[in-house]
């Protein structure tokens, strides 16, 4: 399967919503003056700045390259690595996510990696795509890549989990879960070609180069009856999974 790309100037302009709907999440952290809070999965850093504003010392990671130099333009201290590859041990009072953790299928190695990195009594805080997000549209790439002869289920990027399955990866790396919940989300998309070319690379990837933009515009023609409106608006069935996590046993959690 291939790996989704990203590109720092396509994601500002199609994908600017991911962080502007941030703010409940950022919340949630509710991030303090001196703390030292890791951000998983930054993007572009916009909602990483906001949390170095309140006054925490933050350390940001993410796997695209791109996006790591649109982060560090901010003035962000930026680690360009994989979740699932992290190393740290006992350096944050938190950790964050926004909008990352259903790119990452390996659950629990990631939750074991943010167990590792906190403190003991650390928290982790995050929001992802929950249970049926963007169902329409998921359903519709891996059905018009069906039609095409490939298997279009195998090239779904994403990890989009019920509230008890996260809990149970939480607590599998010694979380207690105070508050977990799966939030609709009904999100306007202004541009739904600019959306599917920014979040698709992992399915448009299997295409010969010249099927690509004829396969993304069948994908419209599918999901234009459910979610275009009579006036030609877009809204995306979007779920959100959001959660509050503070660890008990980071003794337990490293020795296993």
Known sequence: ???????????????????????????LLAPVPNERILDIGCGDGVLTKKIADAGS?????????????????????IVEMSASDMTFEQEFDAVFSNAALHWMKDADRVV??????????GRFVAEMGGYKCVETIRSALVDELNCRGYNGESASPWYFPSPAEYREHLSAAGFDVP???????????????????????????????????????????RIRPRLCDESGNWTADYTRLRFRAVLEAPEAVREA
């Open 1 to 27: 399967m291939s790996s989704q790309t990203w590109n720092a100037a396509g994601y500002d302009k199609n994908a600017r919503f991911v962080t502007d709907l941030g703010a409940p999440v950022l919340q």
């Open 57 to 77: 010392h933050v350390v940001a990671l993410d796997s695209s390259p791109d996006l790591c130099r649109a982060a560090r333009q901010l003035g962000l201290e």
């Open 112 to 121: 074991k990696n943010i167990a590792r990195a906190l403190r003991p009594n």
């Open 179 to 221: 508050y977990i919940e799966l939030i609709p989300r009904p999100t306007p998309i202004p541009d739904m070609m600019g959306w599917l070319t920014t979040f698709s690379h992992c399915f448009t990837a299997l295409l010969p180069s010249d099927e690509r933009q004829d396969y993304l515009e069948r994908v419209e023609a």
